[in-house]
């Protein structure tokens, strides 16, 4: 019911500021259509790589576009806020209300302009997979669907937990550039990487596993490995990002 409310207030504040919403939807929808002239223009040289057509990497390039709308219109704007709430004090008035404070702050602010994304990744995406030819099965995109929501909560956590390092360490703003530099691992396809790095990017600093796996879940042979690698990341990450969270609220109570 709150999350309603907060969705329908931020939805006004969006139409009463229309200039932000369509900068938004504009900056959203030129920066990924740039990396798809970028790939067509790849292949016009080569016909595949590594067995992926210009088709397959389409749909990764869908999947990164929906799962960085959903954070970015959800969790990413809200997250970006939790350094001032801790330098202005607002962070007390957060947690005195009778809410999870930790969700409250994660989606007090929605960014509708940057969450149009999501159709049109989707749109792209069934584009692609339409030209792929493959047949999914109903299954296959239920896996796919929790598997973008798993990619987006593992990103959400980790920034979080970049952001609430706030409470001990004011700055964190270079932190989180190093991270989103790192993220870019996982815009590609995993096969481009050798072996170890791969690894690294899956089980330490899961860039890969936040993109690649939705999308292979569509296009390549079933792997329930690493399904289960996937929502494995997903909940251990939200049970370290909460426990992570009630330690710097013990500190910050101090």
């Known amino acids: 019911m709150v999350y309603n409310r907060l969705l329908k207030t931020n939805f006004y504040r969006e139409m009463t500021y229309k200039s932000n919403f369509f900068t938004f939807m504009i900056v959203n929808l030129v920066g990924y259509l740039g990396d798809v002239l970028f790939y067509i223009l790849i292949y016009n040289f080569v016909d595949c790589i590594n067995g992926w057509t210009k088709y397959h990497m389409l749909g990764l390039i869908a999947t990164v576009w929906i799962i960085d709308s959903l954070n970015g219109g959800m969790f990413h704007m809200n997250v970006l806020r939790i350094p001032r709430y801790v330098q202005t004090y607002d962070l007390d008035f957060m947690l005195i209300k009778p809410i999870n404070s930790r969700w ?23 584009y692609s997979m339409v030209k792929v030819g493959i047949r999914i099965s109903v299954f296959k995109i239920i896996l796919y669907v929790i598997a973008l929501f798993s990619g987006t909560l593992i990103m959400h956590n980790i920034f979080f937990m970049i952001t609430i390092l706030s409470i001990k360490h004011v700055k964190v703003n270079a932190l989180m550039s190093v991270f989103w530099s790192i993220l870019e691992v996982g815009k590609y396809p995993e096969f481009i990487y050798p072996s170890k790095i791969r690894k690294i990017f899956v089980f330490i600093v899961p860039a890969i596993v936040i993109y690649n796996y939705p999308i292979n879940i569509l296009v390549n042979e079933f792997n329930i490995l690493n399904v289960c690698i996937l929502f494995s990341i997903a909940i251990l990450f939200t049970l370290i990002t909460q426990f992570t969270w009630k330690y710097f609220l013990k500190y910050y109570y101090k």
């Open 104 to 126: 409250y702050m994660s989606m007090k602010f929605v960014s509708y302009g940057l969450l149009l994304g999501v159709p049109f990744g989707s749109a792209l995406l069934i």
